[in-house]
């Protein structure tokens, strides 16, 4: 029996890897990062245990808030971060129809500019509910994600 019979096997298909950090739009934590947070966290949760003393809970209890507010202050942040950003949105490739368009948010207050190459309307994400609501109201599906 020589090479000739060998068959290869198919490749492995790897599956995504489920987000395991769903709650965080723009930090991606590598294993430094989830350290520095879980140090953060334990850090806090050494503080906040002695300040709740007198509050007669058990320690548990009172170590947890530490730790809640490391999370809620790293999720207010990455939310800020993200606000910030720009989207951009084409639904054309005529320029000056999308320049229309544009004119007519910037008519309604919406902060909104135009990129020339290629033609492309960009926002901030904190704006995209209203950019999106403006644009139905064109007549203009907006994006979905």
Known sequence: ????????????RRRPRPERWPFLRTARLNAVGRS?????????AAASAPALR????PWPL??????AAVLAG???ADRRKWAGMESGFTFTDDPMELRTVADRLA????PVRLQEQPPTLRYAHRDARRVH???EELGIRPPTW
Not at 1 to 12: A, H, K, N, Q
Not at 36 to 44: D, E
Not at 107 to 110: F, G, K, S
């Open 1 to 12: 029996m020589g090479w000739e019979s060998f068959v290869p096997l198919r490749p492995v």
């Open 36 to 44: 520095a947070l879980g140090g953060a966290c334990l850090v806090a």
């Open 54 to 57: 007198r509050s007669g809970w």
């Open 62 to 67: 009172r170590a947890a808030p530490g730790p």
């Open 74 to 76: 790293l999720v207010l």
């Open 107 to 110: 008519a309604q207050d919406l």
């Open 133 to 135: 609501a403006a644009l």
